[in-house]
Structures are given as structure tokens and as C-alpha cells.
């Protein structure tokens, strides 16, 4: 039996009873060890049965995502490598032991000393800008000999944007990478690679969430399209290595797994044959959909209340683990699966109910109007397809401490069939102390 057979009842049971929720630490991040391994080898099948060739393809697991370092450690062993875009994701990715030449840096925002560790690691970099160029050129200058990295440029493909604006890269006006439309960009592009030898890559990260398929296969097309002008223009197979960014939205409406990796690397396969035909090494950086279906966050039900005539719980689920489905809920909603104290499903009729979380805000509402069996204090809510971007991407508000996060699998020699690792322990007291400059309390008041 693989985890993912395990009903989420059973998993919520045993989180319970071996005590992940104690009563100092009321809300916690579950991922499914086997749900994850399993999306990964889908994600490298699809593109091998699309023609990709496994030494030239890199799938690279985008960091923020899931930023923790045990699970970059998980998705190296399963053969995959690490998109970063800070030095803080840098690190985490080194702490996992993610091979340097297996990490690629991408930002629209690297500092000189970021760029200077990433070329000293063997780390590959895409430069986000013409400055960006401009600066490697100088590095490149002072380094002896020829880069260790894999140098590209990302460029926006500008084919349009999706259903989420926020989250939608190729947009005409988006700060993200060269913007390929734009007058002379072509010209200037197919000159940057031939004064520079050392330039092996094109990027493009079309967008995430809320864009669809046909867009992020234009905007990989444009890319082929250009690596293949370039490499016409100066003679030689100068592009080796398209990075197609990652992307592939999330169904979080059902527990069906749609779109598929395989639907998309088909739709690759026909909008830009030439990617697989073997002349280009690939890098992809996928990060949502290898994670978000194998993760949910659970919480403790502390009240229930009415108000004008309104159902609510209050949960410790909120804000701070729930971002942008708090602040955008019309682009990001989440199912919500209740249970009771001992983890078991609840049932009984459908009453709406609010999912209020902690925060000290009147917009602190996970699901709204949302019918579901009456929760009472000390049941559990769970909301699903959290896996990625949720209890990883924490938000400080109310100083709600980073709640703990534990994989899981299953376990036929555990009383409760499953059995728990931890990801990250629930931050203490003491470390919010500190965060919150703890250290330093009597400085400010020193100054005169
Ligand atoms: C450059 C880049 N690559 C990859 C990703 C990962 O996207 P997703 O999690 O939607 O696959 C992002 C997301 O913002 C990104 O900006």
C-alpha cells in the first residue's frame, strides 16, 4: 500500500494521537512522502515519453514552493535539482546537498556578490536584464578562465497573461526577463550571444496558476524559436539548453490530478517538435504541481460562534499559513475537509459555516458561506492541496509562530498505519522573541 491509498481520516487520526497538534502548537503542515515520489515520476515520464532525453533534462524543483530543506533532500534523491531565486533559497538547496551544477539561479534582482557565489559554486544563472548581462560580463572578466556555470537569458515572450495577474510573467509590461517584442529586442538578443561565447541557455517562465496550457507552450515556442535564430545567426549550436520555467497549474477543485505533466509535454511535443528531437538539453521548474496535491494543512477548531445569524470557527488556520487564499479568495479557494477531536471525518447536514483563522483582521477567512457538517470546539479542519506555497510561505503577521511541519507514509508496523518525519518543528517562543529583536531590546531606547 502506498501512502496516497491512506484516507486523509486515518492520517489526521494518527497526526493527532502521536500528537503533532499539542496544545501549544494548534496548526500543522502534513505532506504525503509517497504522493510527492509518485508526482515526480510522472513528471519525468511525461517528458521522456515526449522524447526528452534523461542525462540532457534537468527538472529542477522551483525552492519556493516548498522552502524546507528536507524536502529538497526528498526531490534530489528522486533525481531532481533546484530553481532558486535568492540567496536564502540558494542555501537551503546547498543544506538539502543539491548538487551545484544541479541548481539554477534565477532572480530579477541578483546582487553581485549573489552573482559572484553562484559563478564561484558552478551554479547555472539566467540574467534576468541587459544590466544583469552587463555585470556577468565584468565578472566573467575577473574570473581566470572560462565560467564552471551554465550562463543563459531569460526572456519574456510577452504572448499574453492568464486568469491571475499577479502570478502572469509574459505579460507586454512584466519586470521579468528581456521582453522579446519589444522593438530591437530580437536584433539585440542575437548579438548578446554571439560577442558571448559563454552564453549556452534560453529561459522562459511564462506564468503560474491561472494560465493556460496553450499560453506556456506559445511562450516555449517563441523561446525554441529564438535559440533557433540565434544559433543560425552565429553559425553554430551556441544555445544547448532550453529552460521552459515551470508553471503547470493546480486543480483544486476535486482530487483529480489535471492537467497531467504528460498532457503538457504532449502539447510541448506538438507546439515545438525540435525541443525533443535531442539538439537542446532541457531544464524545467516545476514547483506547485509536484508538491500541492500532497499537502494539506491542519488545524484545531479553538471556538465556534454566530453572528448575525452567521455561522463561524475559528480555527488556528489563517493568514499566516494561507496567504494569498486570504487575500485573493477569488483566485486561490481551498476545499476544506472536517473532522472531529480524535481526527475522525465529521458528518451530519450541511450548515454554512465561515473558516475564520487567528489573525487580527476582519478578512481572516480561509473559506466563506462554505456548507459543511457543524464544527464544534476541538474538531479539526484540513484544508487540502496545500503542499506548495502554503505552510511553506509563511506570513509573520500577529507574530503566529511557523507552524510545524511533518511528511508522512505509510506504515504497516505502526498501531496507526502511519508513520510521521519531521519536515520543520513548530518556532518556539524563544525564536519569535528573536526574530522579533529580541537580542537588541534595550538599543533603541539608548538612543537619544
Ligand atoms: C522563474 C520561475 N520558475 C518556476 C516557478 C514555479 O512555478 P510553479 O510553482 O507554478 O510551477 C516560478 C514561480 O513563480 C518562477 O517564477
Redesign the pocket.
Known sequence: MSSRDIPLGTVVQAAIRQGLLPAWSPVAGLLDVQGIRAATTSLRAAFEEAGAARDTTLHAF?V??AALVPVLRLLAGEGLGA?V?SPGELALARAARVAPERIVL?SPAKTTAELREALALGVAVNADSREELARLDGLLREAAGPPRSSLGV?VNPQVGGGTIDA?S?ATDTSK?GVALRDEGARAWLVRAFAERPWLSRL?A?V???GCPLELMAAGVRATYELAEEINRAVGRRQVTTLDI?????VNFASDDVTPTFRAYARLLADAAPGLFDGRYGLVT??????LAKSGVVLARVEYTKTAGGRRIAVTHAGAQVAVRTVFAPASWPLRVAVFDAQGRPKTGPPVDQDIAGPCCFAGDLVAVGRPLPLLEAGDHVALLDTG??YFSNHYAYNSLPRPGVYGYASAEEESDGVRFATVRAPQTLGELVAEGGGAYAAELSALR
Do not use: I, M
Open positions: 522551483a519556493k514552493a530553481e531565486a534565477d531569460r502570478l510573467t521579468f529561459h517562465h506564468g503560474s496558476q520555467g515551470g508553471g503547470l497549474p521548474e516545476f514547483g506547485r504541481s509536484l506548495a506555497y
